[in-house]
């Protein structure tokens, strides 16, 4: 089952924050996040590995609850580059294959 | 250095017509391939998953189909094209718990 993320669009400001939210039905191993450009293909930008952890870099970080089976990503002070669409993934272990699922995506437009 | 090679870039194919876009890994062996396709505005759907030479694992029943040769080559077909298959097609592999993703396939069914 995908993920599901909320909002499914979002207009900020440049320079206001923003929360993407990912919210999984099955148990987390971990959390990958995806920006995606128009007509491009997806680039990472982190992953989460353990309940609990925080990470980021330049102004975008991300936690992970794990017993909530959901991450979230925080954008600050947002820039006209952050614009784009964002994905998290999950990684599934069953049958000891490793399957990567996404979410559903938030579109985040910035404008100046 | 390792990269992923996926072609062709745009297609545009006539309804009832074959399908066939083949992906490759350099640099790395015994990869775990996937295939994504995105429809227009909307999120990546996975179609397909291989952790091996002849192991294909597939998530939704369609019209399409996959299959891995080669231990770096990933191929994905269709016999006859839908106008609902149309999309973004996306090959990846995954590294160290991060993915990597081919250019993508935009293909337009007509």
């Known amino acids: 089952q995908q993920p599901v993320q909320s909002p499914q669009a979002v207009i900020l400001r440049e320079g206001e924050d923003a929360v993407i939210n990912c919210s999984s039905s099955k148990a987390l191993y971990s959390v990958h996040w995806y920006r995606q450009k128009h007509g491009e293909a997806p680039v990472f930008l982190m992953i989460?590995?353990?309940?609990?952890e925080q990470k980021g870099h330049d102004k975008i970080s991300a936690s992970f609850n794990e017993k909530k089976q959901q991450s979230s990503l925080y954008l600050t002070a947002s820039q006209l580059s952050y614009s784009g669409t964002y994905f998290c993934g999950t990684e599934d272990y069953s049958f000891g294959n490793e399957k990567l699922t996404f979410g559903t995506g938030t579109r985040l437009t910035i404008i100046p | 250095s390792q990269t992923i090679h996926q072609w062709p870039a745009t297609l545009v194919q006539p309804v009832g017509s074959p399908l066939s876009l083949e992906c490759t890994v350099e640099g790395t062996s015994n990869p775990n391939l996937y295939w994504y396709r995105q429809a227009a505005g909307r999120g990546l759907q996975l179609l397909f998953y291989?952790?091996?030479?002849?192991?294909i694992s597939s998530e939704v029943p369609q019209n399409l189909s996959a299959s891995r040769p080669q231990d770096r080559q990933f191929i994905l077909s269709s016999k006859k094209l839908l106008l609902s298959d149309s999309g973004f097609y996306l090959c990846?592999?995954?590294?160290?718990?991060?993915?990597?993703f081919g250019q993508g396939t935009r293909l337009t069914v007509v």
């Open positions: 291989s952790v091996g030479i002849g192991q």
């Open positions: 989460l590995l353990k309940g609990g």
């Open positions: 990846a592999w995954i590294r160290n718990t991060e993915a990597f």
